[in-house]
Every structure is written in structure tokens, then in C-alpha cells.
């Protein structure tokens, strides 16, 4: 055991200060030179240096430490299209990733587009375009059918969408409304999103008066969330309509004297009635009832009468309307020439605006006494109405409201309306106002004549 630890020693001593083994240099010391490096350390391998004895030549090696910093990075990998690139790889050694040096993707460049196929009036088409950065990438995007050609748009929304302002040259046939337009192919497509009201002065809608316009359809899936008043005014060639699945609002009479029956298994707001013939909102408000002939008791749950429900339902002779009703819109019963009768319920509070305007035939009528307000021209031209009572709650009566009414005889007034809220514009035939506001009148009945103008108190 001596003897090897002595031979141990002897070996590794050996090459640093015992002698040099080589014959022509006996015995000398070792004159190194400077330790230079063979292999350099890298991020997770330790590196080598070596020197040299300049009288033998021998040659000393020792390790170099690992140098945290010193990667080996991979080759650059190049952006793509969609994928971000990078100036080199990661580390070959440690995995370390190159993140200081990103390529942001290039993304694609659809220059040039191609037409596949044609829009119609009633079909989509296509078109594709070729990514000049990478051939293999191929984008195609939807021509939108164009609806019916010779329609006017305008843009709303702060140019984020079209209205259909104008019926322009359509005037005639089925009528395709389109989910988006866009006028030239250099303009981007935006929604269609309403029928607009085109002319308040004169009740103009879109298609209002259209009598040979035999359809409305619209495109699906429709963009349109308002149809705007009077658009489909008397447009007696309409038989149907499917409501579009984002209709939101219909503007007054907008589809008022017209033949429609509605269907809305895609809308959520709206519902029917009576296998169609009535279109209701929200559960509450009857928006229209264009085709009401006959007798008609509306459902529970009801609480208004749209703007020209039932305006000129020219059979219409007999209705009910519910307990919960408490509004009757303007011109909801406009020029019902047959009505007849109508039952009016006791939540009753407001008739707007000539909301029985010209009823011919209507020839009696009873006001719930919760009744508070009479608009402006609501019963005017009702020829048949012979006595009216006012109930105690009526404090309002607005011009015009039973003008015309040459047959109005007898009015019995429950309650009291002050001057400033019984309008000085003819409310009734002849001095009916001045008699009820002069001394001695107020609450009571009062005649006339037939034609005549001179109205007289006959009792309390
Ligand atoms: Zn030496
Ligand atoms: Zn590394
Ligand atoms: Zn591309």
C-alpha cells in the first residue's frame, strides 16, 4: 500500500516541478507560457485553457468556468403572415429564449380581389384574393345580395350604417331588403339598419301608397331595427310580412291600411294576435290590426293602442278593448267608417291625437270616468255621434276634438275643465265652449238644435 501512494505522488508531481523527461533538457524548471483558451465556456458547458512550457513543451490544460452569459443562439426565424419572428433562435444550450429581438408578423396583404361569383338581388356571392406575402394564403369575403336595385340609402349611425331613405324607382312587384349595401365596390359594407320616415308633412313613408308592391322581404339575416312611420302606408298590394329578427321599433301607421298578416317566429319582441292579424310589442302595445273586420275582442294584457292600429279597417264594426288599456294612440281608429261600437275600459286615461277621426257610423260612446284627457281632433268627423257624456276626470280638451260632429246634439259635462285647458280651436260645433265657460254654465247638459249653433243648458 506505500509503495502505490508513493508512485501516486511521483506521477502527479511529476509534471509541474521534477524534472522535464526528455533527454535534452534535463533537469530543468518549466518556464510556462500564458494560458490561452482552447475551448471558450459557454451558458451550461465549462470551457479549457491551456499553456505551454516553453524549454519542454510540455503542455498544461485546466477547466474554465461556466459563463452564464455566453448562449449559443439558433438560427433567426422569420415572421410570418400571422406569426411573430425572431432575430435568432433560442439557445441551443440552455433553451433560453431569444425574446429581445421580436419580429413583429407581417401580416397578410390582400391586394388584389377577385369576383368567383356575382351578388344578386337575392343571393350572396364571392370573391377571393391571393396573400402577396404567402400564395398558399387564400381569403375569400361575401358579396352581399343587393335587394332590390333602384333603392336610395343614406348613412346614419355616424356613417357606421344605411337607412333606406328613399323607395327611389321601386314602386312596384316583391320587394327585397338587403342586410348590408354599400354603393361602389371602392366603400365598405355596412349594415342596413332602417326604414326611414321620409316626410313628416305629409305622411310620406318609404313605400307608402305603393299599391302594386306585392312583397316585402327581407333579406335574412336582416340587420333592420326600425321601420319608420307611414313606410308601408296603404300599400294595399301587401298580404304578408315576416317581422325581421332584430326589429326593435315601428313607427306610427306604419302599416296601416294596408292587407297584411304578420309573422314573427324570428323576432322576440314582437308577437301576434288573432293567427296574425294583430302585431303586438313587447306583450303590451297593439302596434297594428290592419285587416280587423267584424267584431274583435282583444286580449288581456294589453295596455296601449299603437299609433294607427286600426286606421281605415273599413269592416271593422264592432270591438272591446280590455281591462289594463289606458292609452288609445293617434289615429288608432282613424276613418273605421263602420265602427260602430266601441267598449272602452276603466284604466282608460288619454285618447291622442284624431285617434277617432271621421268614425262615420260611430254612433255612441262611453268615457271610463278615469278619462283625463281628449286630444286634438280625436273624434273629429264623427257624423253619427249624437250625445257624449265627459267624465268627471276629464280636465283636458284639446282643439278640434269634436268638430265636425253634425249630429252631436247632447253633451253632458261630469266635471269641470278650466279655460286655459278647454282649447279655444273649435273643440265643439258651434258656442258649446262658451256656453260651458260663461256664468251659469259649468257641469250640466246642454243641447242644440240640429245644425244649429246655439247651444243651452237644460239641467245640472
Ligand atoms: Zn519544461
Ligand atoms: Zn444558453
Ligand atoms: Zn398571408
Not at 344578386?120 to 391571393?130: M, Y
Not at 268614425?359 to 271610463?368: A, D, Q, V
Not at 278619462?371 to 273624434?379: D, H, T, V
Not at 276629464?394 to 269634436?402: E, G, H, K, P
Request: glycine share 10%.
Amino acid at each position: 500500500m506505500k509503495r502505490i501512494t508513493i508512485v501516486l505522488l511521483v506521477t502527479i508531481m511529476g509534471g509541474f516541478i521534477v524534472s522535464c523527461p526528455d533527454e535534452k533538457t534535463p533537469n530543468h524548471s518549466h518556464n510556462w507560457g500564458d494560458w490561452e483558451v482552447t475551448i471558450p465556456p459557454a451558458c451550461v458547458e465549462k470551457g479549457e485553457e491551456k499553456r505551454a512550457c516553453g524549454g519542454c513543451g510540455e503542455i498544461q490544460r485546466r477547466d474554465v468556468a461556466v459563463n452564464t452569459s455566453a448562449h449559443k443562439w439558433g438560427v433567426a426565424i422569420p415572421a410570418t403572415c400571422t406569426e411573430d419572428g425572431n432575430s435568432t433562435g433560442d439557445c441551443e444550450l440552455c433553451g433560453r429564449p431569444a425574446s429581445d429581438a421580436t419580429i413583429p408578423a407581417t401580416g397578410h396583404n390582400y391586394d388584389n380581389w377577385t369576383e368567383i361569383s356575382a351578388p344578386t338581388v337575392t343571393v350572396d356571392g364571392e370573391e377571393e384574393s391571393i396573400c402577396t406575402h404567402d400564395s398558399s394564403h387564400i381569403s375569400k369575403r361575401t358579396l352581399y345580395a343587393t335587394g332590390t336595385l333602384g333603392l336610395v340609402y343614406t348613412l346614419i349611425d355616424n356613417d357606421r350604417a344605411y337607412s333606406i331613405s328613399s323607395r327611389g324607382t321601386v314602386t312596384s312587384g316583391e320587394v327585397y331588403i338587403p342586410v348590408f349595401y354599400r354603393p361602389d365596390t371602392d366603400s365598405d359594407y355596412l349594415p342596413v339598419r332602417r326604414i326611414s320616415y321620409v316626410n313628416p308633412n305629409t305622411d310620406a313613408g318609404v313605400f307608402s301608397n305603393q299599391t302594386e308592391i306585392t312583397g316585402i322581404n327581407f333579406l335574412t339575416p336582416s340587420n333592420i331595427t326600425n321601420i319608420g312611420a307611414a313606410t308601408f302606408l296603404n300599400c294595399s298590394g301587401l298580404t304578408k310580412i315576416k317581422i325581421p329578427a332584430r326589429l326593435i321599433s315601428v313607427g306610427g301607421n306604419a302599416f296601416a291600411y294596408s292587407n297584411i298578416i304578420f309573422d314573427v317566429t324570428e323576432n322576440n319582441i314582437f308577437s301576434v294576435i288573432d293567427g296574425g292579424k294583430g302585431l303586438v310589442r313587447n306583450n303590451t302595445e297593439l302596434v297594428s290590426y290592419p285587416t280587423a273586420t267584424d267584431s274583435i275582442i282583444l286580449p288581456i294584457g294589453l295596455t296601449s293602442i299603437g299609433y294607427g292600429a286600426f286606421m281605415r279597417c273599413k269592416n271593422l264594426v264592432n270591438i272591446t278593448l280590455p281591462a289594463g288599456i289606458t292609452i288609445i294612440g293617434n289615429e288608432a281608429f282613424r276613418e273605421c267608417n263602420n265602427l260602430v261600437n266601441i267598449s272602452l275600459p276603466e284604466e282608460l286615461t288619454s285618447i291622442e291625437v284624431m285617434a277617432f277621426y271621421a268614425c262615420y257610423s260611430l254612433t255612441e260612446i262611453s268615457l271610463p270616468t278615469g278619462l283625463n284627457e281628449i286630444s286634438g281632433w280625436a273624434f273629429m268627423g264623427c257624423t253619427s255621434l249624437e250625445e257624449i257624456t265627459l267624465p268627471v276626470g276629464l280636465t283636458t280638451i284639446r282643439n278640434w276634438a269634436f268638430n265636425g260632429c253634425t249630429s252631436l246634439i247632447s253633451v253632458t259635462f261630469m266635471g269641470t275643465i278650466t279655460e286655459a285647458n278647454f282649447n279655444s280651436n273649435v273643440p265643439f260645433p258651434g258656442d258649446l265652449r262658451d256656453k260651458y265657460l260663461a256664468e251659469g254654465g259649468g257641469i250640466g247638459t246642454y243641447t242644440r238644435e240640429a245644425e244649429s249653433d246655439t247651444w243651452t243648458k237644460i239641467s245640472q
